[in-house]
């Protein structure tokens, strides 16, 4: 009846029995929806694994519908939504495995104090009542052996002390054999063991079809399937977690190369750049020098001496005009001087 209900809602939709008055209040579900169980969309739900186990959680208060879960797997939201449907799956299971542990942990404990060797049972009524009499005969017995033996009868003496001796090998007989129906009826026990998968106890070294029905039971396969999961959602995260590390150690070495990269091609710019103001500089100075050197070319081309020769023929005019004074000065003393 549940498939062909299933084919239905599949085929006509889950509406298709509700009136027209009931359809306008009707919301077509999705897989996004707070209604839909996420643990069934994206792995399994818990609820599923314990139905008729001493773990039963009762049935889960939200929408179970392999239409919504196959929508999912085909939605281009997919992965995007996983992770965030897996964490929240997982916290619930740790919750389980939390509660579960502390289980195992109390039964361990109840087996480690089932080990401790149980004081002996105390022994019946009529073997308690037989060790009485033979206890007070041999006692008689040793009263009597010291009494021959102050009064010298040590034959009298050693015939009581062989009978005491029997008494003895009696009672130690009825002590053994109370000793031995207690070790029997101990190992008629049968010993416990326990479940570190899902917290049953078992009896130890059983019957392998028992041990097998255990193994495939819903309670030590639900527990399994939920361990599993935990197990791999921690390794998953883990190597996510180390790629992420390794991504950001990449990215940091990155970076560090291109600062020094950076750093190196300022270094040559920043060379470049004063070999070329030097170089600049110098070409300016050698122009400065070759400017001045073809001034005083053209100078010496308006004038047809240079500017130092200009001024060495100022001088030397200067000083003829004044040798010419003084040799005229002495010509007219000399006539002065001379007779008429």
């Not at 919301?27 to 399994?44: A, H, I, P, Q």
Request: with cysteine.
């Amino acid at each position: 009846m549940d498939a062909q209900r299933a084919l239905l809602d599949e085929l006509m939709g889950a509406s298709r029995n509700l009136t027209e008055e009931e359809r306008k209040g009707y919301k077509e579900l999705t897989w996004d929806d707070k209604e839909v169980c996420r643990f069934y969309m994206v792995r399994f739900c818990p609820h599923d694994l314990f139905v008729n186990t001493r773990s039963d959680l009762g049935p889960c208060p939200k929408v179970h519908d392999p239409k919504l879960k196959e929508s999912f797997e085909t939605s281009p939201r997919h992965d995007s939504y996983v992770p965030k449907f897996e964490g929240e799956l997982a916290h619930f299971c740790e919750k389980l495995v939390m509660d579960l542990d502390r289980r195992v942990r109390r039964g361990r404990e109840r087996l480690d104090q089932e080990d401790v060797p149980p004081p002996p049972p105390p022994i019946s009524a009529e073997k308690s009542e037989q060790l009485s009499v033979l206890e007070e005969k041999i006692k008689n017995l040793l009263e009597q052996v010291e009494s021959l033996g102050e009064a010298g009868q040590v034959d009298e003496a050693e015939a009581l002390m062989r009978k005491v001796e029997l008494l003895n090998v009696e009672k130690t007989a009825l002590t053994q054999q109370s000793q031995q129906s207690n070790v029997l009826m101990m190992a008629q026990e049968k010993k416990m063991a326990l479940c570190e998968t899902c917290g049953s106890f078992l009896i130890a070294n059983d019957a392998a079809e028992r041990t097998q029905s255990h193994v495939t039971g819903k309670q030590h396969v639900g527990y399994g399937m939920v361990r599993d999961f935990l197990s791999e959602y921690k390794a998953a995260r883990e190597k996510a977690k180390e790629e992420e590390r390794l991504a950001r150690e990449k990215e940091v070495e990155e970076k560090r190369k291109q600062r020094e990269k950076e750093y190196e091609s300022r270094h040559r710019s920043g060379s470049s750049d004063r070999d070329r103001y030097r170089d600049r500089d110098y070409g300016r100075e050698r122009d400065r020098y070759r400017e001045r050197d073809r001034e005083h070319e053209r100078s010496y081309d308006r004038n047809g001496r240079g500017t130092r020769d200009r001024d060495r023929g100022s001088d030397w005019k200067y000083s003829n005009s004044r040798n010419g004074r003084d040799r005229n000065r002495e010509r007219d003393r000399s006539r002065s001087q001379s007779p008429v």
